[in-house]
């Protein structure tokens, strides 16, 4: 496994999120020649290597509970040139799962961190979800209290994004789902459940047809969830429309991180103005810079 001359690498390892199918080679290479794998549950990581023939790995604990405290070790471990492997029990470490203090500690003692990426439930979810994804806000696990969740929503009708993703528990979503329906009624919502696994759903509508759905299944209470919620394309023209051509311009041109001439194209393309009215707008934005 390649790794500095002076010290070992960091894997941040991503492995599947309900199909084994969507285990990379790269990500078993990796697992396979690494000296160390640091696993939210040594279990599940067992199970995983045993999935594809990887014996005589040495797997320690590296979760929420201790992973303040283990990263010293690791990091030690990475210092005297020991390549170490991150894994959870699914998807890509550090997202809504434990991770990055790890990385962190890394990246201070200058070790080097690389990723060989591998399957996310957010961005597969995004993906399926048929939703505009130009951009999106992930805010992983929403809170528990009704209350809490209510507060999230209200600041989800404001977000800079029309597209919000979160993760929620199954035996909440139903739950969950009625207080879309109370708080933003207007949204378009898409739940994923079980994504990639042999019996993945995607309940798709608005928050009253989609809560009528999960009411339906008898199965509602099991798996994984995703719960995306995307503003209404009325909202969305409705704050459009409040936008100048020249603030429509450079909005789109930090969101998506493209030139004054892409940024014409693109919401000439979306209809949002004339081309004539965005290239003027544009033209008068380079006099400004």
């Avoid at 309900?18 to 279990?43: C, F, H, K, Q, Y």
């Avoid at 789902?177 to 509508?205: A, H, M, Q, S």
Wanted: proline share 6%; aromatic share 6%.
């Amino acid at each position: 496994m390649e790794s500095s001359e002076m010290t070992g690498t960091l894997f941040i390892v991503g492995t599947p999120i309900g199909n084994l199918g969507d285990m990379s080679p790269r990500a078993v290479e990796t697992l396979r020649e690494v000296d160390l794998i640091a696993a939210e549950d040594t279990r599940t990581a067992a199970m995983l290597l045993e999935k594809f023939g990887i014996t005589g790995a040495k797997i320690l604990p590296n979760h929420k509970f201790n992973e303040g405290n283990a990263a010293y070790g690791f990091v030690q471990d990475l210092l005297q040139g020991k390549s170490i492997a991150l894994v959870t029990d699914a998807g890509m470490p550090c997202v809504s799962d434990p991770g990055y203090l790890l990385v962190e500690a890394a990246v201070a003692a200058g070790v080097p961190v690389t990723a060989v990426p591998g399957p996310c439930a957010a961005v597969t979810a995004v993906a399926v979800s048929g939703f505009n994804a130009l951009s999106f806000a992930f805010y992983g696990f929403l809170p528990r209290s009704a209350g809490d969740i209510r507060k999230v929503l209200r600041r989800v009708e404001k977000e800079y994004s029309p597209l919000s993703v979160f993760y929620e528990s199954p035996n909440r979503i139903t739950d969950t789902v009625e207080l879309v329906e109370e708080v933003l009624p207007d949204f378009r919502v898409c739940v994923c459940n079980d994504l990639t696994k042999k019996f993945e759903r995607i309940y798709r509508g608005t928050p009253e047809q989609v809560l009528e759905q999960l009411k339906s299944n008898p199965n509602a209470s099991k798996g994984e969830y995703v719960l995306l919620l995307e503003r209404s394309k009325t909202e969305q023209k409705e704050e459009t429309a409040k936008l100048s051509p020249e603030a429509l311009l450079v909005d789109r041109m930090v969101k998506d991180g493209v030139s004054a001439k892409e940024a014409v194209a693109l919401l000439t393309a979306e209809k949002v103005l004339p081309k004539r009215e965005l290239y003027d707008a544009a033209l008068r934005l380079r006099e400004l810079l």
